[in-house]
């Protein structure tokens, strides 16, 4: 069975500030993907980025990249230039990867992200 | 398009009463999840279709949860008898089949209060 661990239950950053939110997962699987979920207060779950574990390569999106240590089974999320948009529950996800199938993500308990004025 | 859709929003019920929750998936998306978000906690996956066929019932709490799915569309999860402790938000997410089946797209979730 695979467990993701999110270590700050809280973090409170200024408006335009850099912050990295940590992640990490322990797992007997070699091929997987990690995923890095925003909540806002709508409830409605965004996909903020993805990093395939085949790939060496840091996955970005605009402001939000991550860096992944495979060996460390770390897998954390730098948000640059923060905007109040951003104040949201942040959950860290691992799914296993199989041909041609589905399955659930395993998440973890989510950091409470502030983004202040 | 349109995205995945979810009712009814918000569900209170009392204890011992059956529930049956809806998740409308995105059109053409051949897998569907099932997840359960108790209150400040992460998501805990309950079960997946692929098509209409669950391949692992495993993840359920308990007997009392059902699903099913019908013409690789729609989905209800049934809770039976219910308790306090089935009060969580439901969320519903479908994935594309082919290259794309690892990213999951969510619904806005039912919000399920047992009296």
């Known amino acids: 069975a695979q467990t993701v661990t999110q270590s700050q239950p809280e973090m409170s950053v200024q408006e335009a500030e850099t912050v990295t939110l940590s992640c990490t997962y322990d797992t007997s699987e070699n091929n997987y993907y990690l995923f890095w979920y925003k909540q806002p207060p709508s409830r409605q779950m965004i996909l903020v980025i993805r990093q395939e574990a085949y790939k060496q390569q840091n996955a970005t999106e605009n402001r939000f990249s991550v860096n992944f240590q495979k060996a460390a089974k770390s897998f954390s999320l730098k948000i640059s230039d923060s905007q109040l948009g951003d104040t949201a529950m942040y959950f860290c996800?691992?799914?296993?990867?199989?041909?041609?199938?589905?399955?659930?993500?395993?998440f973890g308990k989510g950091t409470h992200l502030i983004i202040q004025p | 398009g349109a995205g995945v859709s979810q009712s009814p929003s918000n569900k209170v019920t009392e204890k011992g009463k059956d529930v049956e929750l809806r998740c409308d998936p995105i059109?053409?998306?051949?897998?569907l999840y099932w997840y359960r978000q108790r209150l400040g906690q992460g998501l805990e996956f309950l079960i997946y279709f692929q098509g209409n066929s669950a391949p692992d019932k495993s993840g359920l709490p308990s007997d009392r949860f059902s699903a099913e799915r019908t013409g690789e569309s729609v989905s209800t999860l049934t809770i039976q008898r219910t308790q306090q402790e089935d009060s969580a938000v439901y969320l519903c997410?479908?994935?594309?089949?082919?290259?794309?089946?690892?990213?999951?797209?969510f619904g806005p979730g039912t919000r399920l209060l047992v009296l």
């Open positions: 997410a479908s994935s594309p089949g082919g290259g794309e089946w690892e990213t999951q797209y």
């Open positions: 059109s053409g998306h051949t897998a």
């Open positions: 996800a691992f799914m296993k990867q199989f041909r041609g199938g589905a399955d659930g993500l395993t």
